[in-house]
């Protein structure tokens, strides 16, 4: 059990542009989840996988958030067209069934 | 909805005792609880079940109250380390998701 995987652990992009992290479950988990965090909140939920099916997306999510689980193994988040209100510290956590979350150390987002 | 969390904040001195609250609007299914220190991933510290019993951790316990659809966390002669923010993350009962929807957090400080 190597724990839960994020790569960039920091990214600044240029307002406009494209980003894209990747998230390393662990290997047993079939579900995976993607939340947001801005300082001084809890996460906040942006989308579900289980194994590799994307079974729900926040309301709050615009159509430039799209994220794949492809075979079920490791999951990307895409933002399109980043603004300044995407900066936060992105999550990925992984759990199997409805049991406890283990959370990776995050992706920091910074939109300039 | 989000659970609410009282209260906000919590200043100790080592070897006092808090009790932090989670209440949702909502029918839960489970209740956890995390501990997220700065700059780092929250961690599991325990989850309670719907029609579960009160769980224990070292010195830190909680209960869920299913009546009142309320959690309380319990943290017994606070140690330096117990010092960070501690999240709620429910579960309603209907989803089968396991998404979890955390409040907004109680920051701890512990002082010698």
């Known amino acids: 059990d190597t724990g839960v995987s994020q790569d960039p652990r920091h990214k600044i992009t240029k307002r406009g542009q494209n980003v894209t992290f990747r998230c390393d479950p662990i290997s047993e988990h079939n579900r995976l989840y993607w939340y947001r965090q801005t300082l001084g909140q809890g996460p906040e939920f942006l989308t579900y996988?289980?194994?590799?099916?994307?079974?729900?997306k926040s309301r709050l999510l615009s159509d430039r958030f799209s994220a794949e689980r492809p075979k079920g193994s490791f999951s990307t988040l895409e933002i399109q067209r980043t603004e300044q209100g995407d900066s936060a510290m992105y999550l990925c956590?992984?759990?199997?069934?409805?049991?406890?979350?283990?959370f990776g150390s995050g992706t920091r987002l910074t939109v300039v | 909805q989000q659970p609410v969390q009282s209260p906000q904040a919590v200043i100790l001195r080592e070897g006092e005792d808090a009790v932090i609250n989670c209440s949702s609007s909502?029918?839960?299914?489970?209740v956890h609880w995390y501990r997220q220190k700065h700059g780092e991933a929250p961690v599991f510290l325990m989850i309670l079940l719907k029609g579960g019993e009160q769980k224990g951790h070292e010195k830190i316990s909680a209960s869920f109250n299913e009546k009142k659809q309320q959690s309380s966390l319990y943290l017994t002669a606070s140690q330096l380390s117990y010092s960070g923010t501690y999240f709620c993350?429910?579960?309603?009962?209907?989803?089968?998701?396991?998404?979890?929807?955390f409040g907004q957090g109680t920051t701890l400080q512990v002082k010698p």
């Open positions: 996988f289980q194994n590799e099916a994307q079974l729900e």
């Open positions: 956590a992984s759990s199997l069934a409805r049991d406890r979350y283990t």
């Open positions: 993350g429910t579960e309603y009962g209907s989803s089968n998701t396991g998404k979890l929807i």
């Open positions: 909502k029918a839960l299914y489970s």
